[in-house]
Structure formats: structure tokens, C-alpha cells
Nanobody, 119 residues
Framework: QVQLVESGGGSVQPGGSLRLSCAAS???????MGWYRQAPGNQREMVARITSAGSTHYADSVKGRFTISRDNANNTLYLQMNTLKPEDAAVYFCNAFVIVPFKGGFDFWGQGTQVTVSS
């Protein structure tokens, strides 16, 4: 079981920055952690993800502006968001993907944190 708690959301003007954090409570290894977002009327989309080895992948829309990082020792995930745009506004969700031998992969989600970008 994995429990995820996000923090760091808020309201910022276009061009501003925010840093999201996600604290994971678990005793099992999390293979991949990621950030997803969902704006009203839209489907949830992947923003960035990172493996336990540090390999990262970003959505094209955030490349060069967002940076995902992970502190494996403390089971904490971060998302540094710079040069924010109005289209970045959404609820941001932390995700943990766990592979259980012989059982498959399982997704766990946080409750979400709101990011608002407006002038």
C-alpha cells in the first residue's frame, strides 16, 4: 500500500514559479513516480515521471520549464515549475507505480493539489 500526500500548490501569475512536493508513505519500493494534471473538462495527462534510477520523461508542453526530482531515501517527489503559463493551471496529482512480482503493476494516487495561473 502506498499513501501519497501532495503539497505546494497555489496561485501564481504567468511567468511565475511553484514547487510541488509529494510525500509517499510506504514500505515497498516505488518503481516510478510521476506528476499528472487535470484541468476542468480535460482528461488527466502525464506531466513528468521519474524512475527509481532517476530516468525522467516529460510531456512536450512542459519540457524546459518543469523539472521532476525524487529523493528515494525519504520517498519524496518534487516538481519544480518555472515560467508558468495559464494553460498549466490544473489539479496536479502525484502518482506512484509499483510492480509486484507475479501480480503485476499497481497505480496509487494522491488527492491532488490545485495550481492556478492567472494575472
Amino acid at each position: 500500500q502506498v499513501q501519497l500526500v501532495e503539497s505546494g500548490g497555489g496561485s501564481v501569475q504567468p511567468g511565475g514559479s511553484l514547487r510541488l512536493s509529494c510525500a509517499a508513505s510506504t514500505s515497498i519500493e516505488i518503481n516510478v513516480m510521476g506528476w499528472y494534471r487535470q484541468a476542468p473538462g480535460n482528461q488527466r495527462e502525464m506531466v513528468a515521471r521519474i524512475t527509481s534510477a532517476g530516468s525522467t520523461h516529460y510531456a512536450d508542453s512542459v519540457k524546459g520549464r518543469f523539472t521532476i526530482s525524487r529523493d528515494n531515501a525519504n520517498n519524496t517527489l518534487y516538481l519544480q515549475m518555472n515560467t508558468l503559463k495559464p494553460e498549466d493551471a490544473a489539479v496536479y496529482f502525484c502518482n506512484a507505480f509499483v510492480i509486484v512480482p507475479f501480480k503485476g503493476g499497481f497505480d496509487f494516487w494522491g488527492q491532488g493539489t490545485q495550481v492556478t495561473v492567472s494575472s
